[in-house]
């Protein structure tokens, strides 16, 4: 039962809004990981905070954003949601970022929302095969936890979540730049001692509101 808990690497769910033209909204709501993961530094409330809030935020950006030309992926990670995707412009940005802002137990937003038209089936389909090709990468190097780092790609821009080291965020952001296909690599980390690290896995998490968050950054 843990070892198959334990493969649901990304451990949250992705919520992809599509809307093309005119033609009706379209909400797809994947799943990827919606057991509780065991070796998750979350705790059972936040990951499923996190699931809540995903399935919100897609229904809310849908109904706000129902009659334009948008494509927005929503992830949550200890409460922290990146938006990802297309939207058609600056405005359109910010209204997301405001919207996911004010929702429900959202303590930080991570806007990385592209002005451009929505990226195509073939386009999504291909990121979906390189996150797989990072997160076999990270299970095959010791000092990552991988379970503990959710893999978002997006145009092949990977995008890090997750509660780690500097040191585990370094090896990660490494490794992810040297998967062939990944254009470019961003963290969007909550960084901590090991020592924090090591308290969280005892006690299965913290249920405690964590520190600021991070601002993304490209990997270096």
């Known amino acids: 039962m843990k070892q198959s808990l334990a493969r649901m690497a990304c451990g949250a769910i992705v919520a992809s809004l599509t809307l093309a033209g005119c033609a009706p909204l379209v909400v797809a709501v994947v799943v990827a990981g919606t057991a509780m993961v065991v070796t998750d530094r979350r705790t059972t409330g936040a990951q499923v905070d996190d699931q809540t809030i995903q399935l919100r935020l897609a229904n809310e950006l849908g109904s706000v954003f129902k009659d334009q030309p948008v494509h927005i992926a929503v992830n949550s990670f200890d409460r922290r949601v990146l938006l990802t995707g297309e939207v058609p412009n600056e405005a359109a940005k910010a209204k997301a970022g ?104 005892a006690i299965g998490g913290s249920s405690a509101p964590a520190p600021a968050a991070t601002p993304a950054a490209p990997a270096k």
């Open 98 to 201: 405001e919207i996911a802002a004010a929702s429900l137990n959202v303590r930080a937003v991570i806007n990385e929302l592209a002005i451009a038209p929505p990226s195509s089936l073939s386009d999504r389909t291909s990121d979906t095969a390189l996150a797989t090709k990072v997160r076999g990468a990270f299970i095959n190097t010791k000092e990552i936890s991988f379970n503990s780092i959710e893999i978002v790609v997006e145009r092949q821009i990977v995008y890090l979540l997750g509660y780690v080291t500097e040191r585990e965020g370094q090896v990660a952001a490494l490794v992810a730049s040297k998967v062939s296909g990944v254009k470019q690599v961003v963290k969007v980390f909550e960084y901590a001692t090991q020592e924090e690290v090591d308290r969280r896995r």
